[in-house]
């Protein structure tokens, strides 16, 4: 059985209030604006996800996230998971990223992390999207038990929780 019905269409851009940014599914071809992104970030970025998901890698080279890219986009177009950019109104730099996965933890029926670059941490564009992703989740997605990770469970909670079997 899948995680998602499978009538479920998923969002394909989603402003977030009074920031003049949007999600918006992420892809292959967003690698020259998310490698940087992710690179000029990613001291806190791996304190972040780096016990969790091994990501990113000091060594994450241009050709490495494009891989990662496609295959977020392919797993998109499958339904297995979704990985959401944070974009300006051009789609010329990428501020963030939403990830919205099945569970690999007991306890909920969807995990959902974000994150924002370095530049925006504070900000009222990141208070946006604190505010946006819970309520989006709850109005658009079907999902009963979301799990918000890093806000309302901790990594290191969430990793000491058993497997989905």
């Given at each position: 059985?899948?995680?998602l019905?499978a009538d479920?269409?998923?969002?394909v851009?989603?402003?977030v209030p009074?920031?003049?940014l949007?999600?918006?599914p992420?892809?292959e071809?967003?690698?020259?604006?998310?490698?940087?992104a992710?690179m000029n970030?990613r001291?806190?970025?791996w304190?972040?996800?780096g016990p969790?998901?091994?990501?990113?890698?000091?060594s994450?080279?241009?050709e490495d996230d494009?891989?990662d890219l496609?295959r977020?986009?392919?797993e998109?177009a499958?339904?297995?998971?979704?990985?959401?950019a944070?974009?300006d109104?051009?789609e010329?730099?990428?501020?963030?990223c939403?990830?919205?996965d099945?569970p690999e933890?007991?306890g909920?029926?969807?995990?959902?992390?974000?994150w924002?670059?370095d530049?925006?941490?504070?900000?009222t564009?990141?208070?946006?999207?604190?505010?946006?992703v819970?309520?989006?989740?709850?109005?658009?997605w079907?999902f009963?038990?979301?799990r918000f990770?890093?806000?309302e469970?901790?990594w290191?909670?969430w990793l000491?929780l058993p497997?989905?079997?």
């Open positions: 059985m899948s995680w019905p479920f269409v998923h969002p851009r989603v402003p009074a920031t003049g949007h999600l918006r992420i892809r071809a967003d690698t020259a604006i998310d490698h940087p992710v970030s001291e806190r970025l304190e972040i996800f969790a998901w091994g990501w990113p890698a000091e994450l080279s241009h494009r891989a496609l977020h986009e392919q998109i499958a339904h297995q998971s979704f990985n959401y944070l974009l109104a051009r010329s730099a990428l501020y963030g939403v990830y919205i099945p933890r007991t909920s029926d969807a995990e959902i992390a974000w924002v670059v530049e925006l941490v504070g900000s564009q990141e208070r946006a999207l604190d505010a946006l819970p309520r989006w989740i709850a109005e658009q079907p009963a038990r979301p990770l890093g806000r469970i901790s290191q909670e000491a497997r989905v079997a």
